[in-house]
């Protein structure tokens, strides 16, 4: 089955570089995306990337993805304050229709 | 151009109730999940519709069931409530036209059992 992991929690200076990960076990993962979620609100599509490229760059956020090692990261340019929040990880797998298989979530704390 | 709106956004009910939450999917879009949210957990699949039928479902028990109208609004009904049916419920919206299969969230319905 689908299975999707994130570490728990990361702190960050404001000013300097996020980097949130995601391992997922489906092989047949074709759309990989990122969501943001602030306290008490619905989740925000961030970015994706299509399983047969390595990186996309959209603005301050740069998505990584290793499919060999099925490794997914994003990466958050001058973070910000703002930027706290809990950050998601879905797959799309083509086997499992269009259903969306999340991680836990990574809670991303911005110090000043 | 409104995005996808859940109504109502937050409801308390009683275990062995009935509960029914209702979403409008973004202007556009054909299709619409529907995941639970548990407490400091990531959003877990319920069901999809599309074309006015249930296309997929995920590990939930048939006291979770679902409708979709020729408008394309949805509406989530949960029989008998539990304890455990307590939590975030995200609507999705998404359309068939894009391969990426983007799917754009709700502010979601939280639901409390007691």
Known sequence: GEDVEQSLFLSVREGDSSVINCTYTDSSSTYLYWYKQEPGAGLQLLTYIFSNMDMKQDQRLTVLLNKKDKHLSLRIADTQTGDSAIYFCAEKGQAAGNKLTFGGGTRVLVKP | ??????????????????????????????????????????????????????????NFPDRFSGHQFPNYSSELNVNALLLGDSALYLCASSTTRQASYEQYFGPGTRLTVT
């Open chain 2, 1 to 58: 151009d409104a995005g996808v709106t859940q109504s109502p956004t937050h409801l308390i009910k009683t275990r062995g109730q009935q509960v029914t939450l209702r979403c409008s999917p973004k202007s556009g879009h054909d299709t619409v999940s529907w995941y639970q949210q548990a407490l400091g957990q990531g959003p877990q699949f319920i069901f999809q519709y599309y074309e006015e039928e249930e296309r997929q479902r995920g």
